[in-house]
């Protein structure tokens, strides 16, 4: 066995290189499914928002399957949709142009995978984001977490008239911290 | 990290911790609660998969990715090594996105107002894939050390940033390259944040003579070892 090797920060410093021009588009014209925008702030143990960190999110397409190896039924993934989105924070928050995921067996309900760095974590944290408008504690993940705490992944649905906006606040510190993984 | 048993893909023996006082930041940011165990569904066992597509041919060489008239200023370098699992495979694909100051201490950032130049002839990023061994490959120049204001003649170490996208969600790591024989690594906080001396020092490169080339650029070999879930059953013929 190799030692696996340590975490160091991301700095304030990564948005030049990690940050591109649409990285938080997910989708084209062609995708499938229903289009989403999901936004909203990271904020810290003041509850200030947190203006330099990155997070980076992780989905199936419309159908739940995944455009990767592992997924048995990788070859019928829409070929339109990479699944993988990365939005630096402003003092707004991130914002990602997406679709809503199918659900991925054996959870009857959809969710995203959400990884998030910043200057002053040494290492990320990792958490996932559920959709107010299903019954999550369907999700076996879901259904496992804490009663009082759960409601922290949870994306508020919100139809505007410029289209369907899911909103969730992830919180690194203090009253309503987010729940975050060891994976 | 749990009493149910779960064992995660970090090891928090090595990985540093959230709350590290000494890196002021990370008084704000640090989540209180402890961190939920997480069997991987589909979804952490999958991830974003990369091509040769994806990456240009001068994105690996920062010397000349952004020149606009001539050459950056500094120590040219060659930094290489090989990306491993924590079985000592060779982990292919993997994208390595890379950032760093310039040689002056600079980076291009707008948010860094440290009073030293910029070099009209470096940006300070660069990407590429590993190939199918493992191997990796990116020619830069030396970065400068750089004053920040955790607290009063605040130096970083020079580093070179290293993001790594592995072979699922769970293969993920964002770390600091050093380099040897640095005064400025016993000082600083987000080094000294890593909770053992060992595994600190894995963050050091190498000077590599067999990598240096006659008459143009010194040689650091930096290995990198990946945590993640174990990837047998995605290789050719694995069962």
Known sequence: MRAQYPSQTVGPFFAFALVREGGNVLVNEQTLGERITLKGRVLDGDNQPVDDALVEIWQADAQGRFRHPADPQHAQADPHFKGFGRSGTTGEGFCFQTIKPGPVPPSPVPCIAVRVFARGMLIHAVTRVYFSDHDNTLDPVFAGLDPARRQTLVAQRCELPGGVVYRWDLRLQGEGETIFFDL | ?239
């Open chain 2, 1 to 239: 990290m749990s009493e149910s048993g779960h064992k995660g893909v970090l090891d928090w023996s090595i990985q540093p911790p959230y709350l590290h006082a000494p890196y002021v930041a990370t008084v704000r940011r640090a989540p209180h609660h402890p961190l939920v165990p997480l069997a991987a569904s589909l979804m952490e066992r999958t991830g974003p998969v990369y091509g040769e597509g994806d990456i240009g041919p001068l994105d690996h060489d920062l010397t000349k990715n952004a020149a606009k008239n001539g050459e950056p200023l500094g120590e040219r370098i060659i930094v290489t090594g090989r990306v491993l699992d924590e079985n000592g495979r060779g982990v292919p694909g993997v994208l390595i996105e890379i950032w760093q100051a310039n040689a002056a201490g600079r980076y291009i950032h707008k948010n860094d107002q440290h009073d030293a130049p910029l070099d009209p002839n470096f940006v300070g990023a660069g990407r590429t894939l590993t190939d199918e061994k493992g191997f990796y490959r990116f020619i830069s120049i030396k970065p400068g050390a750089y004053p920040w204001r955790n607290h009063f003649n605040a130096w970083r170490p020079a580093h070179i940033h290293f993001s790594l996208i592995g072979r699922n969600f769970s293969e993920r790591l964002v770390t600091q390259m050093y380099f040897p024989g640095d005064p400025l690594l016993e000082y600083d906080p987000i080094y000294q944040g890593i909770p053992n001396t060992k595994a600190r020092s894995r963050l050091i490169s190498r000077f590599d003579l067999e990598t240096t080339q006659p008459e143009w650029a010194l040689g650091y070999r930096f290995d990198i070892v990946l945590a993640g879930y174990d990837q047998t059953y995605f290789e050719p013929g694995g069962h």
